[in-house]
């Protein structure tokens, strides 16, 4: 380890940096979610990394110290070269790798077959026990295709996490939900219940709770278009990407925007202490 | 219209939030938030060249408002007559140092003063080396020290005059009102 890179690995061993790497592998999807903080759709702007940034980048977040990766999007498995990505990025750490699930037929769930044998977890995107208050959020027939699909990966090996993204949920409601997980082959631990964040389209829906800087936890995540302080900052309104939680512009390398996010943690931005007269 | 888009505080990003802690920090700033790397080391770098020091503030503005003239960097120069008479330079100095033409050092009665002129013109308006003249008039009335903070703000100025002419950097209400007052729009 580099000595630029100890206060980084020193601050995750520490807990005051979380330790995962997030990656925005490509902000397109093939379906428009309500709460979509990305606005993500089959025609929005790509904003993708290439296969080889994400490879190097998860070796340059080993090298640094951090302990996992995460890979969101978009519809990542838009990108035709993930699985193979995926198999080389666990080889340096840990991978969960966001999905909304509708994607897997037949040759694609060929494709990630080998990832039961590797540290990579696939999260998929499931918000009601019932078709219709699922899809309504989502997509038609997303929920059928959801509930095709986790069976599929469990029988192969692939462990499977659920995401609940959801503004509220009655009690008898998430006791369905948690039923149909389990019958799906995913246990308690792997179900994640998570409020709809009030940015990107959830906004315009007024969906959502609002989640400033110090709400969301510093977990380093890598664009298209830069660095930013937590996966929920590279969103996208009205078509334009939001600034507010960006770190740098520089992605590569992995050091210059975790060691940004350091000082950010640490509560001593670069800067604060210069006195500007410049207009 | 700027060239890009200017960043406004609900979207400063975090390294660059220090800088509208105050308010409106200006297009420069506004700019270059866009890369907030770039802006935490320009900024207090330009603000070191620029800002308060040894040289006089007077003095700088004639260097700022003199380059940028000769540059024809809207932008600078209107903006730096505001601050150049606030500095001291009256009227009519300023409009001299605004006129891109050759200065004789008419308006301008301190013979370092002069010297300076022509240190900026054959500096900002290069390519190539100083003519001998300049230097050694430079060399009589100021000190090393001086010649390279000098030097240093003219170089400044010069990376700032295509910064905000490229990027076609719009002048502040106050400022256009403060020139439109004094006649100097």
Known sequence: MTAAARPVAEAVAAGTLPGRVWFYSNYHCNIQCTYCLTESGPKVSRRELAREQLVETAREARELGFTDLGVTGGETFLQPWLPEALTEMAASLPVVVLTNGTLFGRRLLARVEPLAELPVALQISLDRPDPDANDEMRAPDNFRKVVTAIPELVRRGIRVRIATTVESMADAELDRLCALHRELGVPDDDHIIRPIIKRGRAADHGLGVLATQPDLPAELTVTADGAFWSPFGPTVRAGVLDTDLLITRTTRPLSVPAEALLRLVEGRPPGEDSTLNIR | ?185
């Open chain 2, 1 to 185: 219209m700027s060239t890009v888009q200017l960043i406004e505080a609900d979207q400063a990003p975090l390294l660059a939030r220090a800088y509208y802690a105050d308010g409106d920090p200006g297009p420069i700033v506004g700019a270059l938030a866009q890369v907030p790397e770039l802006l935490t080391v320009a900024l207090p770098f330009i603000g070191t060249a620029l800002g308060p020091s040894a040289i006089g503030w007077r003095t700088k503005e004639i260097v700022i408002v003199r380059t940028s003239a000769l540059q024809q960097c809207r932008f600078c120069v209107q903006t730096h007559t505001v601050v150049a008479l606030d500095a001291g330079l009256d009227r009519d100095q300023v409009a001299a140092l605004r006129d891109g033409r050759p200065l004789d050092g008419e308006g301008f009665a301190d013979p370092a003063e002069r010297a300076l002129l022509r240190w900026i013109d054959t500096v900002a308006l290069g390519p190539g080396p100083v003519d001998e003249q300049a230097r050694d008039a430079m060399r009589q009335h100021w000190a090393d020290y001086e010649i390279v903070e000098l030097t240093a703000v003219v170089a400044v100025t010069l990376m700032l005059n295509r910064f905000a002419t490229a990027l076609e950097l719009p002048t502040g209400t106050d400022t256009l009102a403060r020139l439109a007052a004094e006649g100097l729009l």
